[in-house]
T-cell receptor
């Protein structure tokens, strides 16, 4: 079974430039997540999609970050304009569905895109 | 506000011995807890989970213990193997208030020496 695919693997940009990341989840997974992992910290959820609808974007800096999930499958995350503090690994994850109490949903993560903003 | 904390950035153990990784949380609404393992240049992979209705869950060499009164959980690896060397993240969710949003700790780098 193919895993979660992300591209590019690495990206270096200057501050105030824009950048986009792409994610292809595991086939059949309804839920897609974008996480930001800053060096030395745990991953932080930016946005969660259920099919092509947004379930949770409360921690997404909407003044500069945007995300979409086309036809409930692939997703792109964009930063415009980038700031120095956006340097991080951006992880995409997918799961079969939304959890309920006592649920046992597991997230499957891609390898991430490492972004360096200079 | 760091709701999930892993106070030990690193842990080193000898092969064959027990590894104990600790995690504390502050949000009493958390009802589901997971451990993820991360190798360099890879995404985290699911290791083991526990619901708040249990106090122990075991899967092979891995056991997770949950102490709700202390808001503490731990991951035991017995026996430890060099291939277990990785960063381990503790994560928690509050299904009634935030759905499946996971809150992660900072991670603990485990090194198992041959």
């Amino acid at each position: 079974e193919a895993g979660v695919a992300q591209s590019p693997r690495y990206k270096i940009i200057e501050k105030r430039q824009s950048v986009a990341f792409w994610c292809n989840p595991i086939s059949g997974h309804a839920t897609l997540y974008w996480y930001q992992q800053i060096l030395g910290q745990g991953p932080k959820l930016l946005i969660q999609f259920q099919n092509n609808g947004v379930v949770d974007d409360s921690q997404l800096p909407k003044d500069r970050f945007s995300a979409e999930r086309l036809k409930g499958v692939d997703s792109t995350l964009k930063i415009q304009p980038a700031k120095l503090e956006d340097s991080a690994v951006y992880l995409c994850a997918s799961s079969l569905g939304v959890w309920g109490p006592g649920g046992n949903e597991k997230l499957f993560f891609g390898s991430g895109t490492q972004l360096s903003v200079l | 506000d760091q709701q999930v904390k892993q106070n030990s950035p690193s842990l080193s153990v000898q092969e064959g011995r027990i590894s104990i990784l600790n995690c504390d949380y502050t949000n009493s609404m958390f009802d589901y807890f997971l451990w993820y393992k991360k190798y360099p240049a890879e995404g985290p992979t699911f290791l083991i989970s526990i619901s708040s209705i249990k106090d122990k869950n075991e899967d092979g060499r891995f056991t997770v213990f949950l102490n709700k009164s202390a808001k503490h959980l731990s991951l035991h690896i017995v026996p430890s193997q060099p291939g277990d060397s990785a960063v381990y993240f503790c994560a928690a969710s509050a299904s009634e208030t935030s759905g499946s949003r996971l809150t992660f700790g900072e991670g603990t780098q485990l090194t198992v020496n041959p």
